[in-house]
């Protein structure tokens, strides 16, 4: 039996379709990637598998049987890290911690173990009898992490967990992930960050305008764009004769210019280069420098898409 | 639910001040208002005397002994155009066989020009009533003494007449001629208008309600702070969301007028009347309704600050209309006082004045508490239809 799995889900916001028909299963133990851009529909999918929004159509089933129908096995069940912070402010962590494990229906002694072990997990224990309004961002995010553990959840969801705050808090948080994984939760990310996707999940579906449009494990999602080549180009001065002369190139498939930087698609790695030699020669501009890129998921949203991630 | 709960109260601590500026405010501008005596009200009643005895002129004389009305002597077709217009409470006809009705010890004929019925005519009546019977009295006394005298020595009857006459009055006023074991049955003597109780039931119902709506409207906060969302994916069902939020608010409602009830006994020394229960019960139902008009508000607006900006709007106007700030004996207004009917403040100053000002028994709060539970679970009613819950 599926841990998981979406069929047909659709939710319509006036004309905008947010979410379109999408399907795709979770298996139990794994880490599940959403990945795509903002707005491309991926909080939306979250707020209905944690049964915040209803659907307009399509179902959702938790080990065989409907949440549409019967909500309270998984909510019972479910963990969710909200992408904004939903704390008490005013109140201190411990408090806080202490509210959140009451709602999931834990009191008395168990609480307090279950307070101890979790400000262990997101290192936050020696702030705890501090009101959250003085912590940093990093260290609120650690918390709303810690608010969704307190029940040892079956299902944890985190939706862009790690949007806004330092490094080192975000090694933490995707440490922490980690961990919780292989003490064997199962987890659904979402992010626009592709290296934090391909850092920690399994298996990814790729999300853009409320549709799935490319789903695997990350190996398997590079083989689309096999044989395609991702080279970036800076150069002293980009203008558009410049440009207009490298898509003169026939085998180039995409030109971008992402900051200050050219970066073409090509299924023809060997020849290229002595090509935009000649080509770049015929203007005013110089070559700076050439990166040719691993492929990545970035490349593999860029070939989906024709757009990069961060857009 | 009791997890709600426990967070609500958690959470006074960013909303204690409200409560206790709100409790101070209403104590505070009662001890300014209510004891300053600039503004007591007092219904005019214009006095028509068609008759030219001495017993009438004792009769207007008695009445202006009492400072509940504020008389004026006025003509027949004056005084019914002015009564007409609302500007006089009403008029009382002295017929011109007033002073021999009295020497006849027959009950004098005083009739009473009105255009509507209330506590204050009935007051006015009595007060006409207990003056004429205590004539009456006197007059019978005076007599009987004369007889008596007569029998003995010859005397001067309508100078001794007089003399007794005025003698049996003062024993009224002074000696007490007559002792009667009582229980009280009203309050205030003659249950008339008392400005120190108005102000402080008006103030005391008026500061209540920011308490109470602000104090539900933390659910609009929750929003703000995304832990609505969080606890609606929870196990808790909204019943104990709402259930819980709304026990919390009804509490703290109770606790504020349960102070300032107390503070009104030993501040101000207000005798809360003989049905303390019948005050409690008013407003029991007054902060159940004003908790379920906070909700309805909350489930209007979207955010906690809007709720801030449209609260002291709705509030004193409601309160205005509602008879809070100023007595609702003092407005003619048809309109007005039809529209205050409206309003949950009129019901609960009105139902806490009639057991506190006039005397009035436990019965008297079964009506404005009916009619308050009846507002509240309206107010519940389109407020949980309103309310977003995704």
């Given at each position: 039996m599926?841990?998981?799995?979406?069929?047909?889900l659709k939710?319509?916001?006036k004309?905008v379709?947010?979410?379109?028909?999408?399907?795709?299963?979770?298996?139990?133990?794994?880490?599940?990637?959403l990945?795509?851009?903002?707005g491309?529909?991926?909080?939306?999918?979250?707020?209905?598998?944690?049964?915040?929004?209803?659907?307009?159509?399509?179902?959702?089933?938790?080990?065989?049987?409907?949440?549409?129908?019967?909500?309270?096995?998984?909510?019972?069940?479910?963990?969710?890290?909200?992408?904004?912070?939903?704390?008490?402010?005013?109140?201190?962590?411990?408090?806080?911690?202490?509210?959140?494990?009451?709602?999931?229906?834990?009191?008395?002694?168990?609480?307090k173990?279950?307070?101890?072990?979790?400000?262990?997990?997101?290192?936050?224990k020696?702030r705890?009898?501090?009101?959250?309004?003085?912590?940093?961002?990093?260290?609120k995010?650690?918390?709303?992490?810690?608010?969704?553990?307190?029940?040892e959840?079956?299902?944890?969801?985190?939706?862009?967990?790690?949007v806004?705050?330092?490094?080192?808090?975000?090694?933490?948080?995707?440490?922490?992930?980690?961990?919780?994984?292989?003490?064997?939760?199962?987890?659904?990310?979402?992010s626009?960050?592709?290296?934090?996707?391909?850092?920690?999940?399994?298996?990814?579906?790729?999300?853009?305008?409320?549709?799935?449009?490319a789903s695997?494990?990350?190996?398997?999602?590079?083989?689309?764009?096999?044989?395609?080549?991702?080279?970036?180009?800076?150069?002293?001065?980009?203008?558009?004769?410049?440009?207009?002369?490298?898509?003169?190139?026939?085998?180039?498939?995409n030109?971008?210019?992402?900051?200050?930087?050219?970066?073409?698609t090509?299924?023809?790695?060997?020849?290229?280069?002595?090509d935009?030699?000649?080509?770049?020669?015929?203007?005013?501009?110089?070559?700076?420098?050439?990166?040719?890129?691993?492929?990545?998921?970035?490349?593999?949203?860029?070939?989906?898409?024709?757009?990069?991630?961060?857009? | 639910?009791?997890?709600?709960?426990?967070?609500?109260?958690?959470?006074?601590?960013d909303?204690?001040?409200?409560?206790?500026?709100?409790?101070?405010?209403?104590l505070?501008?009662?001890?300014?208002?209510?004891?300053?005596?600039?503004?007591?009200?007092?219904?005019?009643?214009l006095?028509?005397?068609?008759?030219?005895?001495?017993?009438?002129?004792?009769?207007?004389?008695?009445?202006?002994?009492?400072?509940?009305?504020?008389?004026?002597?006025?003509?027949?077709?004056?005084?019914?155009?002015?009564?007409?217009?609302?500007?006089?409470?009403?008029?009382?006809?002295?017929?011109?066989?007033?002073?021999?009705?009295?020497?006849?010890?027959?009950?004098p004929?005083i009739?009473?020009?009105?255009?509507?019925?209330?506590?204050?005519?009935?007051?006015?009546e009595?007060?006409i009533?207990?003056?004429?019977?205590?004539?009456?009295?006197?007059?019978?006394?005076?007599?009987?003494?004369?007889?008596?005298?007569?029998?003995?020595?010859?005397?001067?009857?309508?100078?001794?007449?007089?003399s007794?006459?005025?003698?049996?009055?003062?024993?009224?006023?002074?000696?007490?001629?007559?002792?009667?074991?009582r229980?009280?049955?009203?309050v205030?003597?003659?249950?008339?208008?008392?400005?120190?109780?108005?102000?402080?039931?008006?103030?005391?119902i008026?500061?209540?309600?920011?308490?109470?709506?602000f104090?539900?409207?933390?659910?609009?906060?929750?929003?703000?702070?995304?832990?609505?969302?969080?606890?609606?994916?929870?196990?808790?069902?909204?019943?104990?969301?709402?259930?819980?939020?709304?026990?919390?608010?009804?509490?703290?409602?109770?606790?504020?007028?349960?102070?300032?009830?107390?503070?009104?006994?030993?501040?101000?020394n207000?005798?809360?009347?003989?049905?303390?229960?019948?005050?409690?019960?008013?407003?029991?139902?007054?902060?159940?309704?004003?908790?379920?008009?906070?909700?309805?508000?909350?489930?209007?607006?979207?955010?906690?600050?809007?709720?801030?900006?449209?609260?002291?709007?709705?509030?004193?106007?409601?309160?205005?209309?509602?008879?809070?700030?100023?007595?609702?004996?003092?407005?003619?207004?048809?309109?007005?006082?039809?529209?205050?009917?409206?309003?949950?403040?009129?019901?609960?100053?009105?139902?806490?004045?009639?057991?506190?000002?006039?005397?009035?028994?436990?019965?008297?709060?079964?009506?404005p508490?009916?009619?308050l539970?009846?507002?509240?679970?309206?107010?519940?009613?389109?407020?949980?239809k309103?309310?977003r819950?995704?």
């Amino acid at each position: 039996m599926t841990f998981l799995k979406v069929r047909e889900l659709k939710k319509h916001f006036k004309d905008v379709k947010a979410v379109n028909e999408i399907n795709f299963e979770v298996k139990k133990g794994e880490i599940f990637g959403l990945l795509g851009p903002n707005g491309a529909g991926k909080s939306t999918t979250i707020s209905m598998i944690s049964t915040l929004v209803h659907p307009d159509g399509g179902d959702i089933f938790y080990k065989g049987e409907s949440i549409l129908k019967n909500p309270k096995p998984l909510q019972k069940k479910l963990g969710v890290v909200p992408q904004e912070i939903a704390l008490y402010p005013t109140l201190t962590g411990y408090e806080n911690l202490r509210f959140w494990g009451n709602v999931y229906g834990l009191n008395g002694s168990l609480l307090k173990q279950r307070i101890e072990e979790v400000s262990k997990i997101i290192g936050i224990k020696d702030r705890l009898k501090h009101q959250i309004e003085k912590y940093s961002g990093g260290m609120k995010r650690r918390l709303n992490i810690g608010a969704a553990l307190l029940h040892e959840p079956e299902l944890l969801i985190m939706d862009e967990p790690t949007v806004g705050i330092d490094p080192q808090s975000r090694n933490h948080i995707l440490d922490t992930v980690l961990e919780l994984n292989k003490k064997g939760m199962t987890i659904i990310y979402t992010s626009h960050y592709m290296e934090e996707v391909e850092y920690l999940c399994s298996r990814i579906s790729i999300m853009d305008q409320g549709q799935i449009i490319a789903s695997g494990s990350k190996g398997e999602l590079v083989e689309i764009i096999k044989g395609n080549k991702r080279i970036n180009l800076k150069f002293d001065n980009i203008s558009d004769t410049l440009l207009g002369k490298i898509k003169e190139i026939s085998y180039i498939n995409n030109v971008e210019i992402i900051s200050d930087e050219v970066a073409i698609t090509t299924n023809n790695g060997e020849a290229i280069f002595k090509d935009i030699i000649n080509k770049v020669s015929e203007t005013d501009s110089s070559i700076l420098s050439i990166d040719v890129k691993k492929p990545n998921l970035e490349e593999v949203f860029l070939h989906l898409t024709g757009k990069a991630l961060r857009d | 639910m009791l997890s709600i709960i426990k967070l609500r109260f958690l959470r006074l601590r960013d909303e204690y001040l409200i409560i206790v500026i709100m409790t101070a405010m209403a104590l505070g501008l009662t001890a300014i208002f209510g004891t300053s005596g600039l503004s007591i009200y007092r219904p005019t009643v214009l006095i028509i005397n068609e008759d030219s005895s001495s017993y009438s002129e004792m009769f207007i004389e008695e009445m202006e002994r009492d400072s509940t009305f504020k008389f004026e002597m006025s003509g027949y077709d004056e005084a019914a155009e002015i009564v007409d217009e609302g500007k006089a409470l009403t008029a009382v006809l002295i017929d011109s066989d007033f002073g021999e009705s009295i020497d006849r010890g027959d009950t004098p004929n005083i009739g009473i020009l009105k255009v509507t019925d209330d506590r204050y005519i009935f007051t006015l009546e009595r007060l006409i009533s207990s003056i004429s019977n205590r004539m009456l009295t006197n007059v019978r006394i005076a007599e009987i003494t004369v007889g008596y005298l007569e029998n003995f020595t010859d005397i001067n009857r309508e100078k001794t007449l007089m003399s007794i006459y005025d003698i049996a009055e003062e024993s009224w006023r002074y000696r007490r001629p007559i002792t009667v074991n009582r229980e009280m049955i009203n309050v205030d003597g003659n249950g008339g208008y008392d400005h120190l109780k108005h102000t402080m039931v008006g103030f005391s119902i008026f500061f209540s309600t920011y308490t109470l709506v602000f104090s539900i409207g933390t659910i609009l906060s929750d929003r703000q702070y995304n832990t609505w969302q969080r606890i609606l994916i929870s196990p808790v069902s909204k019943a104990s969301l709402l259930g819980g939020s709304m026990i919390a608010s009804y509490i703290i409602g109770v606790f504020q007028v349960g102070i300032l009830i107390l503070g009104g006994r030993y501040l101000f020394n207000v005798d809360w009347g003989s049905s303390i229960l019948g005050v409690i019960l008013i407003a029991a139902a007054f902060v159940f309704t004003m908790t379920c008009f906070g909700l309805l508000l909350s489930s209007i607006v979207k955010t906690y600050s809007q709720l801030a900006t449209v609260t002291p709007i709705v509030l004193i106007s409601t309160a205005m209309l509602g008879g809070c700030l100023w007595p609702l004996e003092i407005i003619n207004s048809r309109v007005l006082l039809t529209l205050a009917n409206l309003t949950p403040h009129k019901w609960a100053v009105e139902g806490i004045k009639d057991i506190a000002m006039y005397g009035s028994g436990f019965e008297a709060a079964i009506t404005p508490t009916l009619v308050l539970a009846g507002m509240g679970i309206l107010f519940f009613g389109i407020g949980i239809k309103m309310l977003r819950f995704e």
